[in-house]
């Protein structure tokens, strides 16, 4: 909780102090908890399973509160799994021992590894094994960026989820 709700709060308060108008904050489809195969809404149900999921979503409620208080204006975006890397290089996964999947896939496939092993066959899809939701780093940076554009144009504060579903 010292990083997702603790620092939070106190970067919250230093915006509201200085008079920073808006506020982009970077959430997690966490927050909804084990969802079912449906895309998820941003209306859904909150019910986050851990507490990774439970400080982000306490950290969206101080910025709601926040902006109600004060002449803040925010937008939470709510990642489910990036992946990917910048198309020219400057950043992604390069450490040799990853465990990321769309990695650990592409070296696959690639033949640098054996084999991949996929784990979990207890969830209810056709064959068992977890469904996911993925988003490209790049199109989560767009969305940071539009979400900027949204506030600057006088937009209202809004939650919105990152993903492809």
């Given at each position: 909780?010292e ?10 308060e ?48 101080m910025?709601?509160d ?18 990917g ?13 990853a ?9 696959t ?28 780093v ?8 539009l ?15 990152c993903?492809?579903?």
């Open positions: 909780y990083n997702n709700t603790c620092k939070t709060r106190t970067l919250i230093t915006a509201v102090r200085e008079g920073v108008p808006h506020f982009i904050f970077s959430s997690t489809a966490a927050v909804y908890g084990g969802a079912g195969l449906e895309p998820v809404r941003e209306d859904a149900r909150l019910a986050p399973e851990s507490p990774y999921g439970l400080s982000k979503l306490m950290s969206e409620w910025l709601r926040a902006a109600l208080a004060h002449d803040i204006r925010y937008t939470a975006l709510r990642y489910f799994n990036v992946a890397a910048d198309p020219k290089g400057r950043t992604g996964q390069s450490t040799p021992g465990t990321h999947l769309i990695k650990v896939a592409c070296e496939a690639l033949g640098k590894r054996a084999f991949m092993q996929v784990f979990g066959t207890d969830y209810p899809t056709p064959d068992g094994t977890c469904m996911r939701d993925y988003i490209h790049s199109d989560l940076a767009a969305a940071h960026r979400a900027l554009q949204r506030l600057r144009a006088g937009g209202t504060s809004l939650v919105a989820n993903g492809y579903s």
